[in-house]
Nanobody
Framework: QVQLVESGGGLVQAGASLRLSCAVS????????MGWFRQAPGTERQFVAQ????????DYTDSVKGRFTISRDDAKSTVYLQMNSLKPEDTAVYYC?????????????????WGQGTQVTVSS
């Protein structure tokens, strides 16, 4: 049974930074592409970033390019999302996701495993 546990969320002011972590257990982490999605109240879950199982390819939604960085540590079975220059519109619950594929996917339904989410709130 694959489990994903996010951490690192919190309340920060605009312009601050946060680093989210997602620890994966119960599966073969190095064979998973990993992603981050977010969901604000009343909206659908939206793609934020992903990194392929080799770590060679990353992909970001336009609104976070240049501010967010996704990375992975296969030895720790952990994926990270470094978020800099945070804006109030980044406020959401952030979810970690995994899929046993080398390809990229921006649609939530194509991801197999999900964490419980961590709240990020950015005040203006």
């Amino acid at each position: 049974q694959v489990q994903l546990v996010e951490s690192g969320g919190g309340l920060v002011q605009a312009g601050a930074s946060l680093r989210l972590s997602c620890a994966v257990s119960g599966g073969t982490f190095r064979t998973y592409s990993m992603g981050w999605f977010r969901q604000a109240p009343g909206t659908e879950r939206q793609f934020v970033a992903q990194i392929t199982w080799s770590g060679g390819t990353t992909d970001y939604t336009d609104s976070v390019k240049g501010r967010f960085t996704i990375s992975r540590d296969d030895a720790k079975s952990t994926v990270y999302l470094q978020m800099n220059s945070l804006k109030p519109e980044d406020t959401a619950v952030y979810y970690c996701a995994a899929r046993p594929s080398s390809g990229s996917a921006r649609i939530a339904k194509w991801w197999n495993y999900w964490g419980q989410g961590t709240q990020v709130t950015v005040s203006s």
